[in-house]
C-alpha cells in the first residue's frame, strides 16, 4: 500500500449506516466520501475518484445495479472496484451482481472483519493491477485471470441451468444462440412444429372443492408426469396455462408421430396417476382432453425491451388450441388435425424403407391415401417404437374451428389399452357404415347404424354425437348440436 489513505467512497441512503461504515474504515486508516443517492455518487465518484466504492443496492430512484453499469460503462470510473453491501441476499441478485461485474457481494448486516478484510485484499488487488511488475508477477496475474474465469463461467452455467427451469433448452438455442446475454426482444425463427395442447376437465370445480395447498400438490405431480411423456418422445413444455399445458415437438421429419405418441402415453400415465388420485384428495378419476395440429409455426421473444417471454406463436397453435376444445364437443380423450396424421404417415413410409419389420407394424397406417381418410373412417392401428404405445385412430369428422376460414379433417386417437378399444375395432364397420351414410345425406340409414352401434358400445361418445346430429337433421331433437361446434 501506498502512504497515501485510500479513498473509499460509501453509498447508502440510510444515513445510520453510512455513519457505522465512516467510523469503521476511519479507524483502519481509510479516507472515506459518502453519497445518499446514486446521483449523488455518481457526481461524487467523478469528483474524487475513490479507490474503492461499498455500494448499497435498494435506494430510491437510482437502485445500485443502476448505478454499478453507469460506472462500468464510465472510461474514467470503469475499473474501481465495487463492493455491494445490500440486505438483499437471494441468488438472483447475486448473480446480477457477476453481471454487474461487481468484485464482490456482501450481504447485512455484515461481518466488520470480514468487510475490513475484503476492502483491504481488493485495495491491494487493484494497486497490483495497475503496476508494471516482474514476469513472475504477471504470470500470477496470468493464473488469477483463469481463477477468475472459471468463477464466471461456473456463474454462467449456474444461471443457465436456473434459466432451464424457466425457458426449455430448446428454445434457448433459438433466442440465445451465443449464449444468455444475446438474448434479445424480435429473436425469431420459423419452422415446421408439432403443437399439442392438453387441458385438465371440470378442473374449476375440482379446485373449488379442495384448499389452495392441496391443488397445487396434484397439479404439480400431475404436470410432472406429462412432463415426463412428452419429454421421452422429443417434445418441450412451451407453457403451463394454469390447469393446461401447450408442448411443441420440433425434431425434424417425426415431430407428428413424436407428439401422437406422446399424447397415447400421457393418458397412459394419467391411469396410472389416478390409481393413487386419492393421496391427493381427489374423489374423482382426473380427465384431459388433447389436440394436437402440424404446421408452420415462429418461435421467438415476445413482449416488451423490459418484459419479453418466449413463445410459438402462429396458426399451428391456434388450430391445436381449438382441436384441444373439440375433444369436449365429441367426448373424446385426443383429437388430431389431418395434417399432423399425414406427417407421420411420411415419417413412417421413410422408415419402412430401410425396415422390414417398421413396414409390418405400419402396413395398415401407411396403406391409407389421404382421400381414403377423409372419406372413410375405419379405424387403423399404429405401432411406435414400442409395444407399450399401440394405439388406433378414425376420421371423425371435417370441420371448420372457430377463427379460419378453411375446414379441416380431424380424427381421434386412443390408445390400445383404453377400456372401449376392443369394442370400437369390433365395430369399426358399422361406424364406416354409418359415417358414409352421414356423408351422403342419407341420415334415416345413418341414425339406424349409429344407433345399432350405440347399442354395443355405448361408451362411443363420436357415435353419441352423431346420433343427436342425425336427430337434428329428420326434425327429431331441436337444432342446438352444430351451434355448440365451432
Known amino acids: 500500500m501506498s502512504n497515501k489513505s485510500p479513498c473509499i467512497m460509501l453509498v447508502d441512503d440510510e444515513p445510520a449506516n453510512l455513519i457505522l461504515l465512516e467510523e469503521l474504515l476511519q479507524l483502519k486508516g481509510y479516507a472515506t466520501v459518502s453519497a445518499r443517492s446514486g446521483d ?37 470510473l470503469q475499473t474501481v472496484p465495487i463492493i455491494f453491501l445490500t440486505a438483499l441476499d437471494d441468488d438472483i441478485s447475486r448473480l446480477k451482481g457477476l453481471e454487474m461485474m461487481a468484485d464482490d457481494y456482501l450481504t447485512k448486516p455484515f461481518n466488520s472483519r470480514l468487510l475490513l478484510a475484503k476492502v483491504e485484499n481488493i485495495l491491494q488487488l487493484s494497486q497490483m493491477r495497475s503496476q508494471v ?62 403443437i399439442l395442447f392438453c387441458d385438465i376437465r371440470g378442473f374449476t370445480a375440482i379446485a373449488e372443492s379442495q384448499e389452495a395447498r392441496e391443488t397445487f400438490e396434484w397439479l404439480n405431480a400431475f ?25 411443441v415437438f420440433d425434431q425434424p421429419h417425426s415431430h407428428a408421430i413424436n407428439a401422437i405418441e406422446a399424447a397415447v402415453a400421457m393418458q397412459e400415465s394419467l391411469q396410472e396417476f389416478n390409481t393413487s388420485r386419492h393421496k391427493y384428495n381427489l374423489q374423482y378419476p382426473v380427465n384431459i382432453g388433447t389436440g394436437i395440429n402440424t404446421g408452420i409455426g ?48 411420411e415419417f413412417l413410409n421413410s422408415i419402412s424403407l430401410n425396415s422390414k419389420e417398421s413396414l409390418l407394424l405400419k402396413c395398415n397406417l401407411e396403406a391409407e391415401t389421404p382421400e381414403s381418410m377423409i372419406s372413410t373412417s375405419r379405424a387403423t392401428a399404429a405401432d411406435s417404437h414400442s409395444p407399450s404405445n399401440n394405439y388406433y385412430y378414425r376420421w371423425i369428422d371435417r370441420v371448420t374451428p372457430r377463427g379460419k376460414q378453411q375446414a ?42 349409429f344407433q345399432q352401434l350405440i347399442q354395443q358400445n355405448p361408451a362411443d361418445t363420436v357415435v353419441s354425437f352423431y346420433i343427436d346430429r342425425c336427430q337434428e337433421k329428420l326434425g327429431l331433437i331441436p337444432a342446438n348440436i352444430s351451434s355448440k361446434r365451432s
Open 133 to 194: 511488475v516482474s514476469s513472475q508477477f504477471n504470470k500470477q496475474v496470468k493464473e488469477q485471470s483463469k481463477r477468475q474465469i472459471a468463477a464466471a463461467w461456473e456463474a454462467n452455467e449456474y444461471l443457465s441451468e436456473k434459466f432451464q427451469l424457466f425457458v426449455p433448452e430448446q428454445l434457448l438455442e433459438r433466442i440465445a444462440p451465443k449464449g444468455i446475454e444475446s438474448i434479445q426482444l424480435g429473436n425469431v425463427t420459423e419452422e415446421e412444429l408439432t
Open 40 to 76: 449523488e455518487a455518481l457526481s461524487l465518484a467523478r469528483a474524487s475518484q475513490p479507490d474503492l466504492i461499498l455500494l448499497d443496492i435498494m435506494m430510491p430512484e437510482m437502485d445500485g445495479f443502476d448505478v454499478c453499469d453507469i460506472l462500468r460503462n464510465d472510461k474514467t
Open 408 to 449: 379441416i379433417e380431424i380424427y381421434e386417437i386412443w390408445a390400445a389399452s383404453s377400456p372401449d378399444s376392443q369394442a370400437k375395432q369390433l365395430t369399426q364397420s358399422l361406424f364406416d357404415k354409418g359415417i358414409q351414410g352421414w356423408q351422403s345425406e342419407k341420415f334415416v340409414a345413418a341414425l339406424g347404424y
Open 298 to 345: 415462429m418461435i421467438g421473444t415476445l413482449g416488451s425491451d423490459r418484459r419479453m417471454d418466449s413463445t410459438v406463436i402462429g396458426d399451428v397453435v391456434n388450430t391445436a388450441s381449438r382441436l384441444e376444445n373439440l375433444t369436449k364437443i365429441y367426448g373424446c380423450q385426443i383429437i388430431v388435425s389431418e395434417s399432423a396424421i399425414v406427417h407421420a404417415r
Open 223 to 247: 404436470f410432472t408426469k406429462m412432463n415426463e411423456c412428452i419429454t421421452s418422445h422429443g417434445g418441450f413444455i412451451d407453457k403451463y396455462l394454469g390447469d393446461a399445458i401447450m408442448a
